[in-house]
Each structure stands twice: as structure tokens, then as C-alpha cells.
């Protein structure tokens, strides 16, 4: 019986750190919308600011390596 290789997929760094930003996002979003307290309205703009500004650069790093992984085969 020959030996079969499966297709693995690996899950890289930067999509995991792309998605935890997304659910960072998603989460302040929902906790400016539900909370009642100042506090948690403020802490949560603060969270999505951040986590805005790691989406941005966590994207560009995955398009500049996908664009350099085509160009360099």
C-alpha cells in the first residue's frame, strides 16, 4: 500500500493574530452598545482604536506577504 499524504493546512501567526483583532473589534463594539457605565463606553472606544489600528497593520502584513509568496515562487 503506497503512502498517502493528507493535505494539511497550517494556521499561521498573522491570520490568528488577524482574527483575534476582529474579535477584539467585535467585542468592543458590542460592550460600547450594551454597556451603561462611562467607564465601560470609554475603555471599550479605546479597545477599538487599538484594535482598529492591528487590523490595519496585521492586513497589510498579510497582503505584502501573499504579494512577495506570488512574486517569489
Known amino acids: 500500500m503506497p503512502s498517502q499524504t493528507l493535505n494539511k493546512k497550517t494556521l499561521r501567526a498573522r491570520t490568528l493574530v ?7 473589534l467585535i467585542s468592543a463594539i458590542s460592550t460600547n452598545i450594551f ?12 479597545f477599538m482604536v487599538i484594535a482598529l489600528i492591528g487590523l490595519l497593520f496585521s492586513a497589510a502584513t498579510i497582503l505584502i506577504h501573499t504579494i512577495l509568496d506570488i ?3
Open 18 to 24: 488577524f482574527w483575534s483583532f476582529v474579535v477584539v
Open 35 to 46: 454597556s451603561e457605565t462611562t467607564l465601560n463606553d470609554n475603555l471599550a472606544i479605546g
Open 71 to 73: 512574486c517569489n515562487p
